[in-house]
């Protein structure tokens, strides 16, 4: 701004036939403008104590008094530089008189500074309470989403542990000690698969496929070779995050809509690609006939598994439940992530953010 006004004043005196080289100029403009540098940032400071907005009478009070003392010392500045470039002005007008023209002709430029300044810190302060808005509003955000997605983990939790024990106890009542044992260390192995790292609410594709596989594992003592069952996991996809125990309400729908009511064999095929409209999960059983969800009790939890992909993913997320014509049924879940032609590396990075 010095410079600036320098440039302006060595203009004007040339067009107005004067003689003043560089260095009187620069040295008339510089140094209010090297005052207002070292005494505006108090604006800043004064303001973030007392803003500009909404006006208050201490507030006010406090600005006014200081602006009232820049200005004074800014006249003070521009009268000793006056006087240093043209000692004749001494000689013929007083300091004071001298001192309160400089002040009058100041004040208005001074004024419109003192606002800018103040309305920026003013504006700073706004964008700063804004920022902390955002952020403690995503965090209550996170906060809730991870509330809820442990809400409904652990009402399917306590239905899995339930119904895992009535396959362990029909055991025990068969008779059939060493498949209840064995079917009773395959829980636990379950159960400490399922259980660890339990403050995380995801977990990988691979790992929650492998606890189906266990719970399958688990079912198939219960069942014998009635109940067979099969795996397809694409490696593109094996490193992606989802909710923990996503698939085991649509994975024990097959047991009890499938297994348990009909003494066929049934095969429990589980199934996972990439594709450019996301992860796709198909959940495929045949068996007896089935009818729509909510008349014969899929409903339930498909319901729960389409809470938490909701409440994970959004709108984004998919679950299609379709009975099949030759009996069993068909659960497809599409997860809004495109790992087409990525390394598994880069799409697990994709699923966390």
């Known amino acids: 701004m010095g410079v600036i006004s320098s440039i302006e004043v060595r203009h004007i005196t040339i067009a107005h036939g004067g003689t003043f080289t560089w260095w009187p100029v620069l040295r008339v403009g510089l140094p209010r403008w090297v005052y207002l540098a070292g005494t505006l940032p108090l604006v800043l400071a004064l303001s973030g104590r007392f803003p500009v907005l909404p006006l208050r009478g201490a507030s006010l ?44 002709n100041a004040l208005p430029l001074m004024l419109a500074m003192y606002g ?10 706004e964008a700063r309470e804004r920022e902390r808005r955002t952020v403690r509003s995503a965090q209550l955000e ?9 809400s409904l983990r652990a009402q399917l939790q306590p239905h899995f542990l339930y119904n895992t024990l009535n396959g362990i106890a029909a055991l025990v009542a068969d008779v059939q000690p060493r498949q209840a044992v064995a079917a009773i260390e395959q829980l636990a192995d379950l159960l400490k698969a399922s259980l660890r790292d339990d403050a995380l609410q995801q977990v990988t594709l691979r790992d929650e496929v492998e606890l189906m596989e266990r719970y399958l594992a688990l079912q198939q003592m219960r069942f014998g070779p ?19 125990l996503l698939l085991q309400p649509i994975v024990e729908n097959t047991v009890t809509h499938g297994v348990e009511r009909t003494s066929e064999m049934v095969l429990v095929t589980i199934t996972a690609e990439g594709t450019s409209a996301g992860v796709e999960l198909v959940v495929e059983n045949t068996g007896p006939r089935v009818r729509a969800p909510g008349t014969s009790g899929h409903g339930v939890g498909l319901a729960a598994t389409r809470a938490r992909l909701e409440t994970a993913y959004g709108e984004g997320a998919q679950l299609t439940f379709t009975p099949r014509a030759e009996g069993g049924a068909t659960v497809r879940v599409l997860l809004p992530i495109d790992v087409s032609g990525m390394h598994p590396r880069d799409a697990a990075l994709l699923a966390a953010s």
């Open 61 to 104: 009070g406090a600005h006014a008094a200081l602006f009232l003392a820049i200005s004074a010392g800014e006249a003070v500045v521009t009268t000793w530089s006056l006087e240093v470039a043209n000692p004749i002005i001494a000689n013929v007008f007083p300091w004071e008189q001298r001192w309160l023209r400089s002040l009058y």
């Open 116 to 125: 800018a300044v103040a309305l920026a810190a003013w504006g700073r302060a």
């Open 142 to 150: 996170a906060q809730l989403h991870s509330a809820r997605l442990a």
């Open 226 to 244: 009635r109940l067979q069952f099969s795996m397809r996991i694409d490696h593109l996809v094996s490193e992606v995050a989802l909710p923990v």
